[in-house]
């Protein structure tokens, strides 16, 4: 399969006069994600009414469209499931992964982490009492902290602020040499690099799908458990909707088959509509495809900035198989300077305490736009456009 880039974008609006290097943070709007989410609205909702559940296959669809991410990240058949939000799909992976190693008692993660992964285990140990405990580590260190002790190994495969990208199969051999469990977030990486879940034999992973994915603000989660586990591990959060036969209302929970008993609450239906959408440009487009552009547009942007723009400082590894499809540049003023890039335009984003983040995606980035983005930021840092006092002054989403 060859890729068609120019077809991808097209299904895609992005506002005129802008250049939108934020999909790693939230994914633009698909073309038909207003017509699908609308007919699910006006003809499913509105003529079906309760009836969709039934007839519009809404309560199917979380494990339908499971299957469709499934190919994205290399996991088999029937293997995950759609539904909450990611910090939830956190919870469950990890605590029913403490069950099955009921000896250990050390969750191990990076400094890296996504804050929101390291709260939920956290949380998690306060709750099963003094003797778990969170242990995190630099993440270079990771693989020499895997001993023992450890129960499971949760891991963002790609480190949201620099881009940086673990071994997820090297660890994941080095973790069940060592006994121990793993849960890889791939928030992003799903559709932003191939993924090889069965491949690296992976125990648990979870994602979320307004990202790379499309799906629009506050799309739902998933969760991947490999076939091995499905149907011995235990949902923390046994919801109605992950019970063997929801609609018989039994006061006693009994666990769902395979993956279905990782569901917990009602599907956001509407929600997944607008999944759908993007996931049929998805089926379009060839990963390795994706990759290898992936890689090509961040490399451009990495030599234009760094030619025009000393005072920036590469955070991101140089090498692209190292890092996801985002890049990083470090400055003082970084929030500043991102501020003064989206007032001219250039639409990426700041993570603290000096991060400016830039995301490529190859479904709609071209290289027409990484030569603007390095124009523009070039003018911004040699005028010091940023030094003004609206450019600086925190929003709350930054």
Same mark, same amino acid.
């Given at each position: 399969m060859t890729? %068609?880039?120019t077809?991808?974008?097209?299904?895609?609006?992005?506002?005129?006069?802008?250049?939108?290097? %934020?999909?790693?943070?939230?994914?633009?709007?698909?073309?038909a994600a207003a017509e699908r989410v609308g007919r699910t609205v006006s003809q499913e909702w509105g003529e079906l009414i309760i009836r969709g559940w039934n007839k519009a296959g809404w309560m199917e669809q979380p494990a339908r469209l499971g299957d469709r991410i499934a190919r994205l990240i290399g996991a088999e058949a029937g293997t995950v499931v759609l539904g909450d939000t990611l910090s939830i799909k956190v919870y469950q992976a990890l605590a029913s992964a403490l069950e099955l190693t009921p000896q250990r008692r050390v969750i191990l993660s990076d400094t890296g982490n996504f804050p929101s992964d390291l709260y939920m285990a956290d949380g998690l140990c306060r709750t099963l009492g003094p003797d778990y405990i969170l242990k995190t580590v630099a993440p270079e260190e990771v693989e020499a902290a895997i001993d023992e002790t450890v129960a499971v190994l949760m891991l963002t495969e790609v480190d949201y602020r620099t881009g940086r990208k673990h071994d997820m199969a090297g660890l994941t051999a080095r973790a069940h040499a060592a006994g121990v469990l793993t849960v890889?977030?791939?928030?992003?990486t799903a559709g932003a690099l191939p993924v090889d879940l069965a491949g690296s034999g992976a125990d648990f992973a979870v994602g979320c799908t307004y990202k790379y994915l499309n799906a629009g603000p506050g799309g739902p989660a998933f969760i991947y458990v490999a076939p091995r586990h499905a149907d011995v591990v235990r949902p923390a959060l046994s919801g109605w909707l992950g019970h063997e036969s929801p609609f018989a209302f039994d006061l006693a929970y009994r666990p769902g088959a395979g993956i279905e008993r990782m569901r917990v609450g009602t599907p956001p239906v509407l929600q997944m509509a607008a999944l759908e959408a993007s996931l049929d440009i998805w089926d379009m487009a060839d990963m390795a495809d994706v990759r290898a552009r992936s890689i090509a547009l961040c490399d451009a942007f990495i030599a234009g900035v760094e030619a025009a723009c000393p005072d920036l400082a590469l955070a991101s590894p140089r090498d692209g198989d190292k890092r996801g499809s985002q890049v990083s540049f470090r400055h003082p003023q970084g929030y500043a300077i991102m501020q003064a890039l989206i007032s001219r335009g250039v639409i990426g984003d700041f993570r603290a305490p000096d991060i400016l983040r830039f995301g490529f995606t190859p479904l709609y980035t071209t290289f027409d736009d990484v030569a603007g983005a390095v124009a523009i930021l070039s003018d911004i840092m040699a005028t010091k456009a940023w030094d003004r006092p609206e450019f600086m002054a925190r929003a709350r989403v930054t």
């Open positions: 890729t %068609d880039f077809a991808t974008r097209a299904c895609f609006h992005l506002p005129e006069g802008v250049i939108y290097l %934020d999909g790693n943070s939230l994914g633009p709007l698909p073309r890889w977030d791939l928030a992003h």
